[in-house]
Every structure is written in structure tokens, then in C-alpha cells.
């Protein structure tokens, strides 16, 4: 049969488990406020960031359209432009030498980080 004290027992050994367990420094308000404003820049550039790369991928489109617009090969042929992430793709029915020309083009545009050539010959 457990007595009365037990409780106070298992209370006693566990705050001296805790006096005696190396322990951490207690975190201040203004520690603590610092951390949450840190957490709270970090959130707000993460979504920045995430805008960015959607914000950029119709940039990156116009100025992949642009580029094949202005070069006498690949003018006026049927060629749909997107971008996803900074990675340009290229679709459309054209010829070898235009299909060659535009993926050229789309990876030297700025912001581009590269092109997926979906083009059929």
C-alpha cells in the first residue's frame, strides 16, 4: 500500500533531477521579443522571396517572347512561351533550325535559369 508521501517523493527526486541536470539559460523578454521579430523577418522575406519567383516568371516569359520576336529566324513562328521557376519552356510545331535558334535565345535571356524544349520538328 503506498503512503501519503510518495507523491511528495517522486515531486522531490524530480526538482532534484532538475537542480542537478545541466541546464539552460532562462530566455529574457527582450531575448525572447528579439527571437520573435527575427522569426517574423525571416517569414516575411521567405514570402517575398516565393512572390518573386512568380512575379519573374511572366517577366521571364515577355522577355523570352521578345527575344524571339526580335531575331529573323525564329519572327513570326509559332512558338508558346511560359516559364515555371525561372526555367523557360518552349512549345510548339516548328522546324529544326527555328526550334535550334529559340532554345539559344531562351537561355540567354536574362533571369533565365534554363529551358525545357518541348518543341515538335
Known sequence: MASKATPFIYASIFAAALAFSPTTRAQTASEWG????????????ETGKAFHKL??????????????ANDPITRNQPIIVSADNGI??????????VADRAQVLA??????????????Y
Open 88 to 97: 523557360v519552356i518552349l512549345q510548339g510545331r516548328v522546324p529544326h533550325l
Open 34 to 45: 528579439q527571437g520573435a521579430v527575427d522569426t517574423g523577418k525571416e517569414a516575411i522575406h
Open 107 to 120: 537561355e540567354q535571356v536574362e533571369g533565365s535559369r534554363g529551358v525545357k524544349n518541348e518543341m515538335i
Open 55 to 68: 512575379a519573374d516568371d511572366p517577366i521571364l516569359t515577355e522577355r523570352t517572347k521578345s527575344a524571339l
